[in-house]
């Protein structure tokens, strides 16, 4: 505990107390900054993985619809995307 004599003494005594107030607000700031960074990466990661786990699931369709085989009498979804408006008609 500091005991003020003076008016000098009281100026000093305010200035460390606003600086350390003024610091602990930028600590405050600059942690808040960091959580929201951390809240945006874990949304775009989040994002990242959906759309991973769509292309898997077009790569699988892709590879099923290969190893059945490409028919145009018989068409799968995938062949149906590739063949012309016409042959898509049967399609279902």
Known sequence: MMVVSSLKDMTAL????????MGMTVGNIH???LI???C???SLNTFLL??????VALLEAICHEMQQG??????GPMTCQVI???ASSHCY
Do not use: C, Q, Y
Not at 14 to 21: L, N, Q, S, T
């Open 40 to 42: 945006s990466t874990v």
């Open 36 to 38: 929201d960074h951390f």
């Open 70 to 75: 490409l028919s145009i009498m018989n068409p």
């Open 14 to 21: 305010i200035g460390r107390v606003a600086a350390r107030f």
């Open 50 to 55: 959906k759309k991973l786990k769509e292309m």
């Open 84 to 86: 012309d408006s016409t």
């Open 31 to 33: 942690k808040g900054r």
